[in-house]
């Protein structure tokens, strides 16, 4: 049967510190893999020397990810502008985006989003919120099975739902998401749920999951209509 978790005040804290580390780290390795990458296309190199630079450049691009996932966190909260956000412009927009950068490539997303889903939110971050989730999705589906993505009004509120059919969790993974570092990946940087429940908590919004291992998982998140 299915299991239920709601976690809606998870994880206030953000470190201004961590944001400060994270900033003057970046800089020195965005310096180095400049280098690198300058090195990689001098014809003077030897091809295996270029094998091993292909590899530091991409250890370098993890490291890049890592860091910024950690600043758009711990970034200071700009002026709070609101604006009315289309829930199926964000949704076809991330989806493209997933497209484009080959993360759904034999996973088919199939969409279906009611008209007037309209919330109170920004939507670069609400693109950020749903990359985050879809690609959590695509990721657990071995078997290229379609991730469903939906968004309904339902009194009063905008509910949308990504449901997929992958390797599902138990209750004892799902109570860990959202703790920073926190992956059962080989390559995951365990940011990206802390990610997606500082921007729901930030429009007001409430994120809960339902998995079964080996079954699959749904998470539903929920912003009051406007
Ligand atoms: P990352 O994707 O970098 O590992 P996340 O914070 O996005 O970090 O996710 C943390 C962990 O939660 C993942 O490593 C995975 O074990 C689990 N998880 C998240 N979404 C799903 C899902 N849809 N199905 C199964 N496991 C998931
Ligand atoms: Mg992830």
Do not use: W
């Not at 989003?113 to 989730?133: D, R, T, W, Y």
């Not at 599902?168 to 990206?192: A, D, Q, W």
């Amino acid at each position: 049967y299915y299991e239920q978790v709601q976690q809606a005040e998870r994880l206030k804290t953000t470190g201004q510190m961590a944001a400060a580390v994270a900033h003057e780290i970046r800089n020195p390795l965005t310096v180095v893999k400049g280098f690198l990458q300058y090195y990689e296309e001098d014809p003077e190199v030897n091809k295996s020397f270029k094998r091993n630079l292909s590899l530091m450049i991409d250890e370098l691009h993890t490291a890049e990810h890592v860091i910024s996932q950690f600043l758009s966190i711990a970034k200071p909260d700009q002026e709070k502008t609101l604006d009315c956000v289309d829930i199926q412009v964000v949704l076809n927009d991330v989806t493209e985006l997933l497209k484009m950068y080959g993360l759904s490539n034999d996973n088919c997303i199939v969409l279906s989003v009611e008209e007037g889903c309209s919330v109170n939110a920004n939507s670069i971050e609400l693109k950020q919120l749903f990359v985050n989730l879809i690609k959590n999705a695509i990721e657990a589906s071995p078997h290229s099975e379609a991730v469903i993505v939906k968004a309904q009004k339902y009194k009063g509120e905008v509910i949308i739902t990504v449901t997929d059919h992958g390797k599902g969790m138990t209750i004892n993974e799902v109570k860990s998401l959202g703790t920073p570092f926190y992956s059962l990946k080989s390559k995951g940087t365990g940011l990206g749920l802390m990610i997606c429940y500082n921007i729901v908590e930030k429009f007001s919004g409430t994120i809960e999951f339902e998995s079964e291992k080996e079954i699959g998982t749904t998470v539903t998140v929920r912003f009051l209509l406007v």
